[in-house]
Every structure is written in structure tokens, then in C-alpha cells.
């Protein structure tokens, strides 16, 4: 079985930063699929950024040039730097770890971000 946990999430002001973290324990896999999500009061939940274990990264359009997502395969960490954060980047973010080789995954708790404007 594998663990997600999320951290990091927080009340900023739009302008600023935060940075999210997220712990995969278990029985982890080196080819693998880690990732980002967020989900708003009355919204669908949507992608915000993926990394495989090789490195490639995808991001939503919303979200390009401001937030970076990246991974330690050695801690099996992946982290989301949120840069110049908006009042509609709030939401429930959530992580989520995957084999390459299954479409199914493995959630986490989530973790709350709220952005005053």
C-alpha cells in the first residue's frame, strides 16, 4: 500500500508564495506518476501539475509561469512552489502518486489554500 500525505497550505495574500509538500510512504514504485490537484467550493477538482520520476513535467494553463512543481525521488517528495498566488488559485489542493504502469492512484488528505485579496 501506499501513503499520501499533504502540507504546506495556508492563508497568504494574492502576490505572495507558498509551498506545497507531499510525503508518498509505502510500497513505492521508481516509475511513477506524481502530482497536484486542487479543488474549489463547488467545482469539479482539476489538474494543476504532474512530474514523473524521470522528470517531465505538465501543468495546467492557469497556472504556467507561476507555480512549479517538483520532485525528490530519493525522500519520495514532491513539491508545489505557488508564486504570485490569485484569490481563484484558493482551494483544496491535493496530491496524488501513481504508478506509470496503472491508471489508478492513490490520494491524499488535501491540504487548504486560501488567497485574501
Known amino acids: 500500500q501506499v501513503q499520501v500525505v499533504e502540507s504546506g497550505g495556508g492563508l497568504v495574500q494574492a502576490g505572495g508564495s507558498l509551498r506545497l509538500s507531499c510525503a508518498a510512504s509505502?510500497?513505492?514504485?521508481?516509475?511513477?506518476?506524481m502530482g497536484w490537484y486542487r479543488q474549489a467550493p463547488g467545482k469539479q477538482r482539476e489538474l494543476v501539475a504532474t512530474?514523473?520520476?524521470?522528470?517531465?513535467?505538465n501543468y495546467a494553463d492557469s497556472v504556467k509561469g507561476r507555480f512549479t512543481i517538483s520532485m525528490d525521488n530519493a525522500k519520495n517528495m514532491v513539491y508545489l512552489q505557488m508564486n504570485s498566488l490569485k484569490p481563484e488559485d484558493t482551494a483544496v489542493y491535493y496530491c496524488?502518486?501513481?504508478?506509470?504502469?496503472?491508471?489508478?492512484?492513490?490520494w491524499g488528505q488535501g491540504t487548504q489554500v486560501t488567497v485574501s485579496s
Open positions: 496524488r502518486y501513481r504508478r506509470t504502469a496503472s491508471l489508478n492512484g492513490v
Open positions: 509505502g510500497s513505492i514504485v521508481s516509475s511513477n506518476v
Open positions: 512530474i514523473t520520476s524521470g522528470g517531465s513535467t
